[in-house]
């Protein structure tokens, strides 16, 4: 007998499947390379490296407002913290951001969209 352990996500919000070799697979759709994954739809991102983001890499965010209270950042293979300005700029912006390893950035989206939180993931691929 086998179990379906799936995560009941809500209808119409986003699901993170697969991620594997730089694709990530949400709600039945490839994404390769970064993207940021919103409650209700995914966008592929023009991200530069980690140490070179900025706060306008997470325009898209901001602006989905009230939608996002938490982001989730992944970091690519390990967890790395954003720069002090990021955070405390988002912050400012109502979003608390959590960075993490990819890997875990994308079970945790899962978990809180079925808990049917207010959260956005923005994913960088390991390497």
């Not at 996500?9 to 990530?24: E, K, L, N």
């Not at 407002?65 to 293979?77: E, N, R, T, W, Y």
């Not at 951001?97 to 207010?118: H, K, Q, S, Y």
Request: proline share 7%; charged share 15%; glycine share 8%.
């Amino acid at each position: 007998m086998s179990l379906d352990i799936s995560p009941l996500i809500p209808t119409g919000r986003q699901v993170i499947q697969s991620y594997r070799g730089g694709i990530f697979r949400i709600s039945q759709v490839d994404y390769p390379g970064p993207v940021i994954v919103l409650p209700d739809h995914t966008i592929s991102w023009s991200a530069p490296a980690f140490a070179d983001l900025t706060i306008a890499d997470f325009d898209t965010v901001i602006a989905a407002g009230a939608a996002v209270q938490v982001l989730l950042l992944g970091c690519g293979d390990k967890m790395q913290l954003p720069s002090l300005v990021l955070r405390k700029t988002l912050r400012e912006a109502g979003i608390v951001i959590e960075p993490m390893d990819t890997g875990a950035a994308c079970r945790t989206f899962n978990v809180l969209m079925g808990e049917d939180r207010r959260v956005a993931a923005a994913l960088l691929p390991a390497s």
